[in-house]
Nanobody, 121 residues
């Protein structure tokens, strides 16, 4: 089916930047929307940013002006450029892909295992 592998997480000081990548692989017919979510300890998972195949984007209010989502359709890869990071951005960041595969009917959601982002004050 579809495997999503995130990379680029790590430890950074407040005000710093990180760039996350997520590559989708497997038996994929087409990847539609892709997105980044995050989950901090004791909190629910929340949407950070999403992007359609055509490049239309949407952002959570708490990252507007600081984070930028982009994608490379040829590589089935989505990126998240995170600038001006704050300690409250600390979380596990996971990517999501909505895709069509030969073995399943319709469009389905797939998830990566996540990458830890820690922002120190």
């Amino acid at each position: 089916q579809v495997q999503l592998v995130e990379s680029g997480g790590g430890l950074v000081q407040a005000g710093g930047a990180l760039r996350l990548s997520c590559a989708a692989s497997g038996s994929i017919l087409i990847v539609y929307s892709m997105g980044w979510y995050r989950q901090a300890p004791g909190k629910q998972r929340e949407l950070v940013a999403g992007i359609t195949r055509d490049g239309n984007t949407n952002y959570a209010d708490f990252v507007k002006g600081r984070f930028t989502i982009s994608r490379d359709n040829a590589k089935n890869t989505v990126y998240l450029q995170m600038n001006s990071l704050k300690p409250e951005d600390t979380a596990v960041y996971s990517c999501n892909a909505n895709a069509r595969v030969p073995s399943r009917i319709g469009r389905n959601d797939y998830w990566g295992r996540g990458t830890q982002v820690t922002v120190s004050s």
